[in-house]
C-alpha cells in the first residue's frame, strides 16, 4: 500500500507541474492527429507494389525518423535499387490527398490547444512528417495558426529518441525545458522529452499500444483521451 501512495503523489506532483508550464511541445501524428492509419495503408500499398508484405516491426521502426531517414532505412534493410527521393516521393503522393482531406483531430485535441492559449501557454510542434503533409493538414483542422513555432526533424541532427527536437522547439519559443512539457504517443519520443528534462506525456494511440506498457512505465503522465486534461482543468478551476 506504501508503494500505490508513493505512486499517486508522483501523479498528482505531475499534474500540478502540468498546470505551471509555460510552453507546450506536441507531436502531431498519433497524438493531436488521427492519422497513424494513414501510414498503416501507404505502407501496405508501398510494399504489395514489391510483392511484399508489411513486416510487424517496420511502422514502430521508422516512427521516430524522419522521411528520408526512413527511406535510407527501407532500402538498406530490403535491398531496393531505389533512390532515397524516389521512395520519399511516393510515400508523400499516397499520403497527402489523405492528409489534405480527410485526416481529423483526436477528439478534444482543438479545445486542449484552445485553453492552453488562453491561459497564453506557449505552443510548438515537433513532428517526423513533412511540411507538405502536414501544414494542409493543420490548416483544414483549423489549428495551423495556433502554433508559435513548428520544428521538424529534418532541423535536427538526431531523431526522436534524442531530445534535440525538443531543445530546438522550446529555444524556438524562448524556453527552458524544466518549463515545457512535450506530448508524445510513442516510446522514443518521451524517452527523448525525459532525456532532456522536459516533462513528458503519453498520448494513447491504437498504433502504438504493443508499447503502452512501456510508455507508461517511462511517462510523467498518461492520458487516453484528451479530454481526461480538460476535466482536470474544470475540477481544479472548481476549487480556486
Avoid at 18 to 34: E, M, P, R, S, V
Avoid at 47 to 69: C, H, K, Q, Y
Avoid at 72 to 77: D, L, S
Avoid at 119 to 140: G, K, M, R, W, Y
Amino acid at each position: 500500500m506504501e508503494g500505490i501512495g508513493i505512486f499517486m503523489n508522483k501523479i498528482i506532483e505531475n499534474i500540478r507541474k502540468l498546470k505551471q508550464i509555460k510552453g507546450a511541445i506536441f507531436d502531431l501524428d498519433g497524438t493531436l492527429l488521427d492519422s497513424m492509419g494513414v501510414w498503416s495503408d501507404v505502407d501496405r500499398i508501398f510494399f504489395a507494389r514489391r510483392g511484399m508484405e508489411v513486416p510487424e516491426d517496420f511502422i514502430r521502426t521508422i516512427a521516430p525518423l524522419g522521411f528520408s531517414a526512413s527511406a535510407k532505412y527501407t532500402i538498406n534493410r530490403f535491398q531496393l535499387k531505389e533512390k532515397e527521393e524516389d521512395i520519399v516521393a511516393e510515400w508523400q503522393e499516397l499520403a497527402r490527398e489523405a492528409y489534405a482531406k480527410q485526416v481529423k483531430l483526436k477528439p478534444y485535441a482543438k479545445e486542449y490547444l484552445e485553453m492552453l492559449k488562453k491561459q497564453n501557454v506557449s505552443l510548438a510542434a515537433a513532428t517526423a512528417s513533412d511540411n507538405a503533409l502536414f501544414e494542409p493538414c493543420l490548416i483544414h483542422n483549423g489549428i495551423f495558426d495556433y502554433f508559435d513555432t513548428i520544428v521538424t526533424v529534418r532541423d535536427v541532427t538526431r531523431g526522436k529518441g534524442f531530445p534535440d527536437i525538443y531543445y530546438l522547439a522550446a529555444e524556438k519559443i524562448g524556453l527552458f525545458p524544466e518549463n515545457c512539457a512535450v506530448f508524445e504517443d510513442i516510446l522514443k519520443g518521451i524517452e527523448g522529452a525525459k532525456i532532456g528534462g522536459f516533462l513528458a506525456i503519453g498520448v494513447e494511440d491504437l498504433h502504438s499500444a504493443f508499447e503502452k506498457e512501456f510508455i507508461l512505465e517511462y511517462a510523467d503522465i498518461y492520458i487516453k483521451s484528451w479530454k481526461e486534461l480538460l476535466e482536470e482543468e474544470l475540477k481544479s478551476s472548481k476549487f480556486t
